[in-house]
């Protein structure tokens, strides 16, 4: 193809398409320095984390346009605010293991600044079925089949251990009033092996255990509780939020059972190394209770002695950057005057 139609080409392409190109040029040689070869499923799921990015950035600007000049950070959640290198980097990551932005529970883009660099650094957080697909791609000794229960005060339960007389694990469980189950005491996962019946695992959790487990900040727009109130962009007391404890509890349980199950190193890849580079991160407790806190509130801020590895920002040259953000900027501006009709915001 000619430069000239190159060009051309690339003033027709959506901003997803755009965004695609642009990863795709920012790794010439790729995580393992052997040149980039992106499916095109893996070329879907680029497009689908822009689309998702964008979405995100769109409704954290508008809350924070929404609050007071006091409470306002100055920095506004656009792309040209954003870490480029840190999210091309873990784009192509991600949708190598096959984790899509679109799909429920795979894996949601955070936006929170780093001080460091006074840039939006995007962390894509796995969810439950995100964290699944990525056990049985990379999993030792993965269960075939996992049963998730909670259990209320009116249930019946019992757990059937192994010992010397009884060689597979097991349960009783029946629920003994389906309207009126009681108070919700906690959950349980029960992991089977159809070939090898004798690994079957029961794992049960009490309220407290996964109370436990609960951010110390957790939203109760999730977990309920109490929140500040806020009437015309000023605090006005407290509001007590009812929150959704089952799926919590639920959650809870599917996060711990796929958290649990070892890697086999024998498929541990530059992708997966890059994923588990960025957990690694995330595993502090601070920044993991933050970023649990507002990932579906505010952007957050994190202190300049974070975990943040800059190691990443320092390889990208000024120019590079100023080429990524004018990319985006065009192409976003390109969208908005195609799609102007159908498109909610780009």
Partial sequence: MSTKNAVATMKNATPSERFTQAVIKEFPTGLNSEAV?????????????????????????????????????????????????????????????????????????IPYKNNKTDKYDINLMEGFNGLELKARKYG???PDQV??????????FKSLKKNSERKVEGYEFDIINDFDRGELEGGFYYQMYSDNPEKNKLVVMTRGQIEKRKPKYASPE????????????????????????EEMFMKTLKRHCWDKVNIDSNKIDDFLSRTLENEAQANDREIQELIQTQANGQ?????????????????????????FEALHNEAIEAEKETTKASSPGF
């Fill in 37 to 109: 070869e992106l499916t095109s499923f893996q070329r879907k799921l680029i497009q689908n984390y822009f689309i998702k990015v964008d979405s995100v950035l769109g409704e954290a600007e508008t809350k924070r346009l929404a609050k007071t000049e006091q409470y306002r950070d100055a920095l506004p959640l656009t792309w040209a605010n954003v870490n480029m290198h840190k999210l091309a980097l873990d784009v192509v990551a991600y949708s190598s293991i096959g984790l899509d932005p679109m799909q429920k529970n795979h894996i949601s883009p």
């Fill in 140 to 142: 030792f000794d993965v």
């Fill in 147 to 156: 049963i998730f229960e909670l259990k209320y005060s009116t249930d019946h």
């Fill in 222 to 245: 999730f977990w309920g509780g109490e929140k500040d109130k806020w009437v015309n962009g000023k605090k006005s007391g407290k509001e007590t939020i009812e929150g959704w404890e």
């Fill in 299 to 323: 952007e957050i801020t994190i202190d300049a002695d974070g975990v943040i590895q800059e190691d990443e920002t320092k390889s990208l040259t000024e120019s590079k950057d100023k080429e």
